[in-house]
């Protein structure tokens, strides 16, 4: 642990780089820093933190910056618990009262929510998919010749498919098909079904092969919605970072590994290299 005056002198840098994005010197930290301190016990005091690995100098001439070790204690030790403003709280309440609608819907206005509370890029995560079975199934007319089945899973997922039929169908067709394909499938995962358990209607059951092999072979990926990436690119000078954080963003797979990592962890943030997403590296990912 750190005495009180090294943690001091530790979170004014990291404050104060948060808000420049520049090194920052030690005659500066001992004109703004709260205790009375010379700049030359400052400038002391920082060597030290450097030498411990919690601040590192970019170059000789240039002042100190935080190192993944200085965030860390920093998060950990120097920030108090957060709480979300009476404002802010009532509309997280007011949105999820009125929340209706597709969870995807939910999930993708969520994901906007979170970034316009924070300014931050926001990156949401939905349930896993595999853990999700089937609730309901529907067989819907949509012309002579074509139909769409619509799949409800048990996290709120609305899967839809377009089938076309051999031959003109009539409502009550659709219905037995329905009927029948709800003792396939509701209670297993979307593409776990297994094989066609015959009716003895061969209409019926043409159809139920159609759907079931059309539902074998979608993908099950857990959804993941980003809101706010457009903040990243006002928190880099550099456009490179700036580039390679939102190509990042675009990768589903990494991201939802990032996130279910985290949770894994028990991480409330993921710091730097802490998250091994190289280019990610210069940034933290807090979990909501």
Known sequence: MLDERKSAILRAVVEEYIATAQPVGSAHIAKNLKIQVSPATVRNDMAALEHDGFLAQPHTSAGRIPTDKGYRFYVDHLTPKGALERSAQMRVGEFFDLATGRLEETLQ????????????????????????????????????????????????????????????????VLARVSKHLSRLMVGNPLNESGPLVLSGDGVVDD??????????????????????????????????????????????????????????????????????????????????
């Open 207 to 288: 159809v139920s092969q159609r759907v079931l092999n059309a539902m074998m072979s979608r993908r099950v990926d857990e959804t993941m919605f980003v809101g706010g990436a457009s903040a990243m690119a006002e928190a880099f000078d550099a456009v490179e970072i700036v580039r390679s954080v939102l190509h990042t963003l675009e990768q589903q797979y990494v991201m939802v590994s990032l996130v279910r990592d985290m949770l894994n962890r028990g991480l409330s943030v993921a710091i730097g290299a802490e998250h091994g997403v190289e280019p990610l590296a210069a940034c933290s990912a807090p979990r909501a």
């Open 109 to 172: 206005r969520t994901s906007t929510l979170l970034a316009q509370l924070t300014n931050y890029a926001a990156v949401v995560v939905g349930p896993k998919a595999e853990a999700a079975v089937v609730r309901s199934v529907q067989m819907v007319g949509l012309s002579s010749r074509l139909a769409t089945v619509v799949v409800v899973m048990s996290n709120g997922v609305v899967e839809s498919e377009p089938i076309e039929l051999a031959a003109e169908m009539s409502d009550d």
